[in-house]
């Protein structure tokens, strides 16, 4: 995903199941991306992540600029 100047990794996930390995492999080898993942938890920033809740994934363009 694109996002003006930044490019957004995604995954994810459909159960409560959180654990991110590829999407944080991803990040270790692409530090410059915005790693975000999906998921049936609430909103919440992590240190290198942020998970955006799967109800309001509709609003995810929106919230990244696009």
Do not use: C
């Not at 590829?22 to 920033?45: A, C, E, H, I």
């Amino acid at each position: 995903m694109y996002s003006g100047e930044n490019i957004i990794s995604l995954e994810v996930k459909g159960e409560e199941n959180l654990q991110a390995k590829s999407l944080k492999s991803f990040y270790q080898k692409y530090p410059d991306t915005l790693p975000v993942r999906t998921s049936m938890s609430d909103f919440r920033k992590e240190d290198w992540m942020v998970n955006f809740p799967l109800y309001a994934v509709h609003l995810l363009p929106e919230i990244m600029g696009n």
